[in-house]
């Protein structure tokens, strides 16, 4: 669906985020599509590369803002296009880490490229300093609902988690 000028004149700071968020990993997934790689995929990949390759899938998940359980499908789909690999923690016989294959690394290498070109293309024509303002704005927003988010809980387990 297209938005006139008006009405995305009329959308709220949250809407504007969330669409934006949307139109950019629409171009990215269209950039990547040729790798053979989903946004769950290619993000996982990328966020593990982020992180360093052995993270635990419980710390990959928290990185990501997902599930476990999500998590673990496009792990399994990783492992069947022989991207990653899970091997059991020396540390911990019950916790999994997660390593890129040869393979998946130099997906990632190709990943990279497309994914600055796509950052590149999307902040064309914004100003340093304008992008500094966006970033710092986020931060805030991020700061505040995270604060939010942990008074929420706090009420939540005072009350016994009951909520009705």
Do not use: F
Not at 57 to 77: D, F, G, N, V, Y
Not at 120 to 144: G, Q, W
């Amino acid at each position: 669906m297209t938005l006139s000028q008006e009405q995305l004149k009329q959308l709220s700071v949250p809407e504007r985020l969330g669409r934006v968020a949307r139109q950019w990993q629409s171009v990215a997934d269209r950039e990547l599509a040729p790798l053979g790689l989903t946004y769950p995929r290619w993000s996982a990949m990328w966020k593990l590369v982020r992180i360093g390759d052995g993270a635990s899938q419980k710390q990959l998940a928290e990185a990501l803002e997902i599930e476990l359980a999500s998590l673990m499908r496009t792990l399994t789909q990783l492992e069947q296009q022989s991207l990653v690999v899970r091997r059991v923690s020396p540390d911990d016989g019950r916790a999994k880490r997660v390593y890129l294959t040869d393979a998946g690394h130099a997906l990632v290498k190709k990943m990279e490229a497309k994914i600055l070109k796509v950052r590149r293309t999307l902040m064309a024509d914004i100003a340093d300093e304008d992008i500094e303002t966006v970033k710092h704005v986020l931060a805030i927003i991020s700061r505040n609902a995270h604060q939010m988010c942990s008074e929420q809980k706090k009420h939540d387990d005072k009350q016994g988690g009951d909520t009705q």
